[in-house]
């Protein structure tokens, strides 16, 4: 696995066995992992090669190749997602979190960083889908943890609260959003809604109030009156 990877994109089409298990029970995932062997990594990845745990184990110290995996698992979520299959994507999604390497990651930190931005908001995503809107909301925190400057988690996360009727908070996070991105049409759409969603909830309570009529005076509690007055016997 040194190879070409067009040698290995022949043989699979020719009908090489991508889950074949050697000897010492390595598939050929494995071992181009071992030879950090990118190219074939890519090759196998595409034509469905599984991701076990050797797979995981020798991509730990390989940053290059852990993004390669990584980016599958991705590519998987996003298939589901659009099969509206919102449990499973959401499941892959975090499982790919869970692999996430927690150092090491050398002079592709910026990578890792995005990739990690982008899971966060795919799982907020699902999760707003699934109607867990305080779950939602706080990936989209996640998100903007690592990325304070990202207009697309501050627009999932008003999604998420604005689902939620926190119109309030919606409308600051898309105020954010539309100062990092002032000609996103998608976001300005959804700012003029809140606006009005908002005038909407104040006008509402402001009515609730004023049927509610006048507070009624307050009565004294036990602890207000002046204590009895002690009688000789």
């Known amino acids: 696995f040194y190879g070409d990877a067009n040698v290995v994109q022949a043989l699979v089409d020719k009908g090489a066995m991508v889950e074949h298990v050697d000897y010492n029970g390595m598939r050929p995932l494995d071992r181009a992992i071992g030879c950090r062997n990118t190219a074939v990594v890519s090759v196998l ?36 997602y659009k099969k509206g299959r919102m449990k499973d994507a959401c499941h892959r999604y975090q499982y790919a979190l869970k692999k996430f390497p927690k150092e090491g990651f050398g002079e592709e930190i910026k990578t890792f960083r995005e990739l990690k931005t982008q899971l966060f908001l795919s799982v907020s995503r699902c999760k707003r889908k699934l109607n867990d809107l305080s779950s939602s909301a706080d990936y989209a925190s996640k998100a903007l943890d690592i990325k304070p400057q990202s207009a697309e988690a501050y627009y999932t996360r008003a999604r998420a609260k604005r689902e939620n009727r926190q119109f309030g908070p919606a409308l600051q996070d898309l105020l954010e959003a539309c100062k990092l991105a002032p000609d996103n049409k998608e976001i300005r759409r959804l700012l003029l809604r809140v606006k009005e969603e908002c005038k909407q909830q104040t006008k509402e309570d402001r009515e609730d109030a004023e049927t509610q009529g006048p507070d009624k005076p307050a009565v004294a509690s036990p602890t207000d009156r002046p204590p009895p007055q002690e009688t000789n016997l």
């Open 45 to 80: 990845l595409r034509k469905g090669a599984k991701l076990g745990p050797a797979a995981w184990a020798m991509a730990t110290s390989k940053p290059d190749i852990m993004i390669l995996l990584l980016n599958r698992l991705v590519e998987e979520g996003n298939f589901l």
